[in-house]
């Protein structure tokens, strides 16, 4: 069995406070409100949408989106009921995230019962998806165990790890843990039946390939990217039962596409901007040695 996951990785933004309120919310409640908004475009009511990210009314969300203005996270379009996020506004929708849950890992000490052990009861081989922003997507071999783990007083005893022999060669002798998770018994069956879903959902795709070979990929055609979730964020990349409703990963995915294009909106500009001064480096080299001298535009006035 081979199981892919997506390393997290971590962006607090220190131009926000979390302990800041907007118009009474809190800010996290107002990040997620602008979510709803999503790019802010002209289509919908943004201020009925802001209204249902935080359940009240809409004279309360048109004070929210007033306060929002002066804090410089949106700004009017000149549309009615329409504003647009600033490059602020955009930073806390889709780079700040609010501050993690931490709670101490306290050590069980004095506990000589020598049933009280820690212990792993199998692995499995899988597969860390290690992405970058240019998508150069890959797969990096990994181990994931899982079993028991006693030293500290949480209930959620059951332990599943990650990780990464430091020589493949030799995989038995040392390992570095990539990440380790822990699950309470309820949760731990109550998952063990997903994953038995999953097993056998797995079990009639693996069927339909083996009919029907897979066609090539859309990116690998030049098309558009084919759906996945998004960078650093931790969730597991599938094929979701449902479609995603969540307005934020919405606006997020397709600030990306537009990051994407104006970026390449770009380089083929610079790449424009270069070839016609190489030609006109050609050109007055190819004067100068004629001898003639190129003639240059006199400014009006």
Known sequence: MYLACVVRSDMQDVQFDPAETIAG????????????????????????????????????????????????????????????????????????????????????????????????????????????????????EAKLEVGVFVEYASPRVIEISVSIPDDWDYPNDSASIESSVYVGIEDAKRFMKALQTSIERAEKEIARRKRVPPAMSRRAKGDEERPRGPKGTGILKHVPLAPSKDPAAVARDAAKAEAKAEAARRKEERAVQKTQAAERRALESTLSELGVSPTRRKPRG
């Open 25 to 140: 919310f809190p800010l996290k409640s107002i990040r997620r409100a602008l979510g709803w908004m999503g790019l802010m475009r002209q289509e919908g009511d943004n201020v009925e949408r802001v209204a249902k990210g935080l359940s009240c009314p809409p004279s309360q969300a048109e004070r929210v989106l007033a306060a929002a203005e002066r804090r410089g996270l949106v700004t009017p379009t000149g549309v009615k009921n329409h504003w647009k996020t600033t490059d602020l506004g955009w930073e806390l929708v889709m780079r700040w995230k609010p501050p993690p849950r931490i709670e101490p890992a306290i050590s069980l000490d004095g506990d000589d019962d020598p049933k009280a052990i820690n212990e792993v009861f199998d692995e499995v081989p899988c597969s860390l998806l290690r992405t970058t922003p240019d998508d150069d997507d890959a797969f990096e």
